[in-house]
């Protein structure tokens, strides 16, 4: 077979977001970019309205990540081909270490992937994410690349695709009903009724830890750090006896002659002192209050910030414009839907150009 890649061309991938793929539809259509030639001043993308054929039976869910292979530069098209949900491509770190074919470098997993002409994201750039397409056709395997920057360098696409995580991580699954919260609240109470508290409470200590640091050939140095420790995650008991670390004293032209040494002991007054207010402050009615005022506050917390996040994407991708085109699709391709897109995209089009294969 034959291998061809494909780093710079007119035809690239890019990452878009799902605007409408239905079940019993021909086409769908996504929120994506065009990015024109450099113009010396920084890498631009456009924001356009794409459409795709597909099967009938293929469906993937609104403001869904996609990766999709499109034409770019002076050969712009709306019509786009290949479209993945990014969260089904495959992800594998290519440590290219064998010799292949056409003079490339790939190890044993990522070579079977190429071969087998199935799509992978690869982290292995380390400061950039890449999206391959390896298209097989004729016993010609093309292998189509997105390059999305991070880091200072952080392309559109790769900025979108971290917000795109970041709410996947929060993973808010709407406020809790009535059933969720009863659940949750039998939780609590079981969980306090299950523990010690006040033996926990013990467990908290203050520290001061005095490190002399010598340097060879250099300034020698000492410090004393000050440690909270508390051997519990519980939020209301670190609220009573909060955990920190703070650095008491440094010098940096430090001598042994002055006096330091290493040495770590606990403060025994003042850990006794922070113990038995927090043994008086203590009550199981409280405690419950607050990991249930907690629980609360946490969902606040994922609403707001899923809600923040979601409006960066959909300003990103011009979704309140775009979105008056397809409101007009009937899940047909027609003449008259076809203006409405060249005419958001700022480009004409006369018809569904039909995407030459690879």
């Known amino acids: 077979m034959k291998y061809v890649y494909k780093d710079y061309s007119n035809r690239r991938i890019h990452l878009g977001l799902i605007a409408q793929c239905k079940k019993k539809e021909k086409w769908g259509l996504l929120y994506g970019f065009r990015v ?7 890498i631009i ?6 459409y795709f054929e597909k099967d009938p039976d293929f469906e993937i869910k609104e403001r869904t990540l996609v990766s999709y292979l499109s034409y770019d530069y002076n050969g712009f098209t709306p019509q786009v081909e290949y479209v993945y949900p990014v969260s089904s491509l495959v992800v594998h770190d290519d440590a290219r270490g064998t010799r292949r074919a056409d ?7 990522t070579w079977r ?26 016993n ?20 979108i695709y971290e917000l795109i995580m970041e709410i996947d991580d929060l993973n808010y699954l709407g406020w809790p009903s009535l059933e969720d919260v009863f659940v949750e609240i039998t939780k609590i109470k079981e969980y306090i009724d299950s523990i010690n508290a006040i033996d926990i409470i013990d467990t908290y200590k203050i520290e001061q830890v005095n490190t002399y640091h010598s340097i060879p050939g250099g300034d020698d140095s000492y410090s004393e750090h000050k440690y909270w420790e508390l051997q519990s995650d519980d939020s209301f008991l670190n609220y009573l006896l909060p955990t920190k670390d703070e650095l008491v004293f440094f010098d940096d032209n430090a001598y042994r002659s002055d006096g330091y040494s290493d040495g770590r002991f606990v403060l025994e007054e003042e850990t006794t002192q922070y113990r038995e207010k927090a043994k008086e402050e203590y009550s199981k009615e409280k405690h419950f209050a607050f990991l249930i005022s907690d629980f609360f506050s946490e969902i606040l917390e994922k609403k707001e910030r899923t809600a923040c996040l979601n409006k960066r994407i959909d300003e ?13 699709f009937k899940g047909k391709i027609t003449d008259d839907f076809i203006a409405l897109v ?3 995209n700022g480009s004409t089009v006369i018809g569904p150009l039909k995407l030459k294969n690879v």
């Open 113 to 138: 992937l190429i071969n087998n002409g199935i799509p992978y994201f690869d982290y292995s750039y380390g400061r950039e994410y890449c999206i391959y397409y390896p298209i097989i056709k004729d």
């Open 45 to 50: 993308h456009e924001n356009k309205l794409m």
């Open 36 to 42: 024109p030639p450099y113009n010396g001043l920084g």
């Open 140 to 159: 010609i395997c093309t292998m189509w690349r997105g390059l999305f920057g991070c880091g200072i360098y952080m392309d559109k696409e790769a900025q």
């Open 103 to 109: 003079d490339v470098y790939h190890d044993d997993e």
């Open 316 to 328: 990103e991708f011009d979704i309140a414009n775009a979105s008056e085109v397809v409101s007009n």
């Open 342 to 344: 060249d005419k958001y």
